[in-house]
Nanobody, 125 residues
Framework: VQLQASGGGLVQAGGSLRLSCAAS????????MGWFRQAPGKEREFVAA????????FLARSVKGRFTISRDNTKNTVYLQMNSLKPEDTAVYYC???????????????????WGQGTLVTVSS
C-alpha cells in the first residue's frame, strides 16, 4: 500500500491550501482515510477523517469550520481543504488509511495501518 501526499507549501495566515493523498495497493473505497499533523517539538495529532463512502467526516475541534475532508473513490484520492489558515496550523501533514468501524476510533492513529510520507505546511503570520 502506498500513500502519496502532496499540496503542502508556504502560505500567509488567512490563506488556503488543498492537500491531496493518492492511494494505491488496496481497495481504496473500503477504508477510512485520515489526516494527522505533527508540528516541530509536538506530538502527532488528529486533524480529520472520512469514512469509506465519504458520507461521514470527522474533524478535530481546532480545525472545525476551517478545514474540510473529502474523498474521490474514482480517483483513489482523499483531500484536505484548509481555509483561514493560522500559524499554529504549521506542521507536517500525514495521510493514513485503516479499516475502522465505529465512531470515536478515527482520531486514534493506532487504528491506521498505512501512512504517507507527509507534506509540509507552513503558515506565516
Amino acid at each position: 500500500v502506498q500513500l502519496q501526499a502532496s499540496g503542502g507549501g508556504l502560505v500567509q495566515a488567512g490563506g488556503s491550501l488543498r492537500l491531496s493523498c493518492a492511494a494505491s495497493g488496496r481497495t481504496f473505497n473500503s477504508y477510512t482515510m485520515g489526516w494527522f499533523r505533527q508540528a516541530p517539538g509536538k506530538e502527532r495529532e488528529f486533524v480529520a477523517a472520512v469514512n469509506w463512502s465519504g458520507g461521514m467526516t470527522f474533524l478535530a475541534r481546532s480545525v472545525k469550520g476551517r478545514f474540510t475532508i473529502s474523498r474521490d473513490n474514482t480517483k483513489n484520492t482523499v483531500y484536505l481543504q484548509m481555509n483561514s489558515l493560522k500559524p499554529e496550523d504549521t506542521a507536517v501533514y500525514y495521510c493514513a488509511t485503516g479499516l475502522i468501524v465505529g465512531r470515536g476510533l478515527q482520531s486514534d492513529g493506532k487504528n491506521y495501518d498505512y501512512w504517507g510520507q507527509g507534506t509540509l505546511v507552513t503558515v506565516s503570520s
